[in-house]
């Protein structure tokens, strides 16, 4: 069965602007020595075929006043799945997987929205030369919501481990290898300045 992460967020209006931006994205920090994939599972989703009717009326009462009504009509909605699409993380490096918007457009047709809040990732370690049918797979799947991550990281005998990441806030920056712990998964925080990672080449 997949993991399924809380998605409660804490909210405070100076960062709005910044949040909105990754509200349709899953960060997906990788901090072992291998290539990572993720697989996107089929999303559900649905879509107005037709464009809804629109009326508008205009109306005047006794005392002068002007009220305006506005009435839609009805539209027709299919459903569809979405296909899984797989996508590959680099070692110690970050990735936001897109995640389609659940928010259902009234004044257009041809817009397609995802039926449910979360979706399911599945995680799968990278073996150079390896039949890809074979890559050995990182727990049983993990269900979140846009805005939210996953941090990939080693022990201390070299097994993956998947944490989800801590809430985002509206008072602080998000860091993507802060776990849901609060201990920082960043494979390069204990780097010496100057200093250079024996497994990616990042500089400090």
Known sequence: ???????????????????????????????????????????????????????????????????????????????????????????????????????????????????????KLRIFTEIEGGDREKFPEVGAGYLLGPGHGLVVSSDEIGRCEVEQTRDRTFFKKFNPWLSRMGVNRDPHDELHKRGKCPICGFKK
């Open 1 to 119: 069965m997949a993991a399924k992460f809380e998605e409660d967020f804490e909210v405070d209006e100076d960062d709005l602007r910044d949040e909105e931006k990754g509200s349709q994205f899953i960060s997906i920090a990788n901090g072992t020595p291998s290539r990572i994939i993720v697989r996107i599972e089929p999303i559900r989703m649905v879509q107005q075929e037709e464009e809804r009717e629109k009326e508008v009326a205009l109306g005047a009462g006794i005392d002068g006043q002007v009220g305006v009504k506005f009435k839609l009509g009805k539209g027709h909605l299919t459903t569809w799945e979405k296909e899984a699409e797989e996508m590959s993380v680099a070692r110690h490096s970050l990735h936001d997987v897109p995640i389609p918007s659940d928010s259902l457009p009234i004044w257009k047709k041809g817009k397609a929205a995802r039926v449910e809040n979360s979706v």
